[in-house]
């Protein structure tokens, strides 16, 4: 390994581009509270709807296991 490659490694180096500095520094940094609520009530939606189908899949063993023991 070279020093150089030490020092500062190829995967930390930053490479500029064409875009302004400020504008990707300021996407990087920007706070949208409305857009973390947002997201925090899709994944609240989502965990309700995997706990709704969780709780009609254990009523429907619940049922075929009841018609099992009705059968015997």
Do not use: H, W
Not at 22 to 33: F, G, L, N, P, T
Not at 44 to 71: G, M, P, V, W, Y
């Amino acid at each position: 390994m070279l020093v150089d490659e030490f020092i500062e490694p190829l995967a930390k180096q930053v490479i500029d581009k064409d875009s302004d500095i400020m504008e990707v520094i300021v996407a990087i940094y920007r706070y949208d509270k409305n857009e973390d609520e947002k997201e925090v009530e899709r994944e609240l939606e989502e965990s309700l709807l995997l706990l709704a189908n969780a709780i009609k899949a254990l009523i429907t063993l619940q049922r075929f296991e009841l018609l099992k023991d009705d059968r015997l």
